[in-house]
């Protein structure tokens, strides 16, 4: 029984634990906005995704599930964040990240050992957190709609809060039928909602760290300048290609004012990295900014925090990888710091794993449905990414289909987190060494 309290293999199961009672909970009659019992299938597969705070949903949130079915699902993506804010991030700290080098020195952190202060101090700072900017964005939307959209308190309420949880926890769940397209000429909403999802999109340890050094950018770990950077950077790159590709798309930003449009591609160069809500028809958008919103998906946000992809670290450490051979170079660095060879096998493990999955996915989707290819490639992707966008072809793909989607959701959430912590901790080297030779590459 020992193996099993094992964190690598306990987490994944405490999540099958915790989409189980989902599914039965959300199977209930009493869930379904018309009393009778939903289908099994659908019941399952909104579980995964709130649970995976992805936001895929093959059924209408606001029309198929009654109230206490929201409540269910809601109540399911907060356990899903924060759940998976805290074991990302102790598992983190159990595989000796998260500190720099000077940390490192001063406290011996050794690798496969947590310090219990640590913990506790990971897992206040991630309560705290969760708490103080859930209420905020729930306040600043709720008053928003009682004063400009005449919605009584009670509404307003239950709206402001669905969507702040849902933001904060990255999991793209509205409580509206169009999601938020209803108020995409609204800052005052929009702004709000970007913001939650910005601050847990760049992880814990990134936080720690900006409260413990403030603005003292050189006491920063190496990885929270990565983060930090890489989400400065995608956010900017997002940005401007989606306003460019989108500025005269007569079913996008077209019909808009610069002020709108300005607004909408800053707040759909957030939420492909991570979130899932979207202010614009993603079904109308061109091709080009289509393949923008692939690499935005794949990359994601930081790691230890509710954000999906690969994740900036690594998307940072397959550059660097580049950089470094077409330089020349023996070492491959970044900010004055060298990549470790164990790092650099664990991202480029991360990379190829997570890209054969959604190749095999996708393959697979094609020749069982007969979307178009970009489609169902876009719903692979946001789904191993747990981003939550689609084109719309979710709930008409069929049972087999909506399978292979659970399947990404879990496996993108879960298994990214578990195998670059088991890959970190679990060396299992032989005594011996086969002699080296090379082939040609390229």
């Not at 995964?48 to 993506?77: C, R």
């Not at 300005?262 to 091709?287: I, Q, W």
Request: glycine share 10%; with cysteine; hydrophobic share 50%.
């Amino acid at each position: 029984m020992t193996e099993w309290r094992d964190p690598i293999r306990l987490i994944p199961l405490l999540f099958l634990g915790a989409i189980a009672v989902g599914t039965l909970l959300l199977w209930l009659p009493i869930s379904h906005a018309d009393g009778t019992q939903p289908e099994l299938l659908t019941a399952f597969f909104t579980s995964t995704s709130a649970i995976a705070v992805t936001g895929l949903i093959v059924e209408d949130t606001a029309t198929y599930w009654s109230f206490f079915g929201q409540i269910v699902i809601l109540t399911l993506f907060q356990i899903g964040g924060f759940g998976i804010m805290a074991s990302a991030t102790l598992l983190g700290l159990l595989a000796g990240r998260g500190f720099d080098l000077r940390s490192r020195i001063a406290t011996k952190v050794e690798r496969g050992r947590l310090d219990m202060g640590d913990a506790r101090s990971v897992l206040v700072l991630v309560f705290v957190i969760t708490f103080c900017v859930e209420t905020l964005v729930a306040a600043i939307l709720t008053v928003r709609l009682v004063w400009a959209y005449d919605y009584g308190w009670a509404a307003a309420s239950w709206h402001g809060i669905f969507h702040a949880v849902s933001a904060f926890n990255n999991a793209g769940f509205s409580s509206y039928s169009d999601s938020v397209m209803g108020f995409q000429s609204d800052a005052f909403v929009l702004v709000p909602i970007m913001i939650a999802v910005i601050i847990t999109a760049v992880g814990f340890p990134v936080m720690q760290d900006l409260r413990e050094n403030r603005a003292g950018w050189r006491k920063y770990s190496l990885h929270s300048k990565i983060t930090l950077t890489g989400t400065a950077l995608l956010l900017g790159l997002g940005f401007i290609s989606i306003l460019a590709m989108e500025w005269s798309n007569p079913d996008t930003l077209g019909p808009m004012g610069f002020g709108g449009k300005a607004l909408n591609a800053a707040f759909h160069s957030v939420m492909p990295r991570t979130a899932g809500f979207n202010s614009l028809d993603v079904g109308a958008f061109r091709d080009e900014t289509l393949l923008t919103n692939y690499g935005l998906m794949f990359i994601g946000g930081g790691s230890a925090g509710t954000a999906g992809g690969i994740k900036i670290t690594t998307a940072a450490v397959l550059f660097a990888m580049v950089t470094s051979e077409i330089l020349r170079r023996n070492d491959a660095t970044l900010f004055q710091r060298r990549f470790g060879e164990d790092v650099q096998r664990q991202a480029l493990s991360i990379a190829v794993l997570a890209s054969v999955l959604i190749l095999a996915a996708t393959s697979y989707l094609a020749v069982v449905t007969e979307f178009e290819l970009q489609d169902i490639f876009f719903e692979c992707i946001s789904a191993f990414s747990t981003v939550g966008l689609s084109t719309g072809i979710t709930g008409d793909l069929p049972p087999s289909g909506q399978i292979v989607i659970i399947m990404l959701m879990f496996v993108g959430r879960v298994g990214t987190i578990t195998v670059a912590t088991a890959l970190a901790l679990g060396k299992n080297s032989p005594s011996y060494r086969y002699p080296e030779e090379n082939p040609i590459v390229g």
